[in-house]
């Protein structure tokens, strides 16, 4: 199989019409051969038009995609390297399922031996043996998956595009699906542009995420990058849960802050270009937090729930409220609602932005 790199620059889309709507505003990522890369933010922040002006079907208002070493703006989406597995599956009802996967193979005129080579191995690749002369409405929508999978890389493409392709199957099965579209993604090596809006199929999947909102990205990175050191606010809410303190900068020195918090000064990992006097907010998350009778910060239980793996727990302090997870309750003493504790957290857990 084929990998290529995709080099997006300063790509822009505005869809003209009354409002002329800016759906991806000016965004710059380069993307590896063989990388695995999700575009996850929320509903109409762009990801889909991103995505769609990579396949072709969407022509860009400004800005260049480079495929490989080719600029490919201007080529139409059979001329490009590119495959696309859509959410709908989008497979032929009236073909069996071999035909539904040979289908781009036959369109190239490849001859019959090859076909029938590259289809075999590809649908036992995804796991689909014994069902290639069935049907699309006699497989499950797990099955049907596959199917528009092998579709996509039975042409072996430079790129497979994914846009939200486990949206229409339930829960349990979305997390076993993407486990086996990483695993397949992994043993063909190919580079992957996969669109969601949920984190975890984000963070499960990816080498690296990117992160966008309102057309912009917000944040490229690694999923420990994202979440541990999300940049901006939105950030880090849009991945997993975060609490957020106000406070202020007193000395920043060697990649270290001394930060003043809710009436206590603390030293913390710091390697941005804030200074003394700058105010800060500092990002926590709620497994990184304790309570109990010794601490840092005066805090008042307002909920406490017993969720089996873990306590929740809803801890108002003087300026904040913060959610806190205390996992593995059991023989733990638990603090009920009212309680008057102290909230302390290791230095190492605190993010400034
Ligand atoms: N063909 C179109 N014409 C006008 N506006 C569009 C069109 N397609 C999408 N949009 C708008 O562009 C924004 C981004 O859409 P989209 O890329 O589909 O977002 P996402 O996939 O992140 O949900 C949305 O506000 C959407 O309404
Ligand atoms: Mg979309």
Known sequence: MSNKGVNIKNLTK??????????????????????????????????????????????????????????????????RDTSMVFQSYALFPHYNIFDNIAYGLKLKK????????????IIDLVGLKGMENRYPNQLSGGQQQRVALARALVMEPGVLLFDEPLSNLDAKLRVYMRTEIRKIQQKVGITAIYVTHDQSEA?????????????????????????????????????????????????????????????????????????????????????AVDIGEEGLLDGTVTLS??????????????????????????????????????VSFDAVNVHII
Do not use: H, W
């Not at 590896?32 to 996850?40: D, M, R």
């Not at 109409?44 to 208002?61: H, S, Y």
């Open 14 to 79: 505005i869809y003209e019409g009354n409002n002329n709507f800016k759906a991806v505003d000016n965004i710059s990522v380069d993307i590896k051969p063989g990388e695995f890369v999700t575009l996850l933010g929320p509903s109409g922040c762009g990801k889909t038009t991103t995505l769609r002006m990579v396949a072709g079907f969407e022509i860009p208002t400004s800005g260049d995609i480079v495929l490989g070493d080719e600029v490919i703006n201007n080529l139409s989406p059979d001329k």
């Open 110 to 121: 490849l001859d019959k031996e090859t076909i029938k080579s590259k289809v075999t191995n």
């Open 203 to 287: 963070m499960s999947l990816s080498d690296r995420i990117i992160i966008m909102n309102k057309g912009i990205i917000e944040q490229v990175g690694t999923p420990k990058e994202v979440y541990y050191t999300p940049k901006t606010k939105f950030v880090a809410d849009f991945i997993g849960t975060a609490n957020f303190i106000d406070g202020e900068i007193i000395e920043v020195s060697n990649g270290k802050a001394k930060i003043l918090v809710e009436g206590q000064e603390l030293t913390v990992p710091y390697t941005g270009d804030k200074k003394a006097k700058d105010s800060c907010t500092i990002v926590l998350r709620p497994e």
């Open 305 to 342: 729930t017993f969720m089996g793996s873990y306590q929740d727990y809803i801890v108002k302090t003087k300026n904040s409220e913060l959610k806190i997870q205390l996992n593995n309750p059991q023989g733990k003493k638990i603090f009920e609602e009212g309680a008057n504790v102290k």
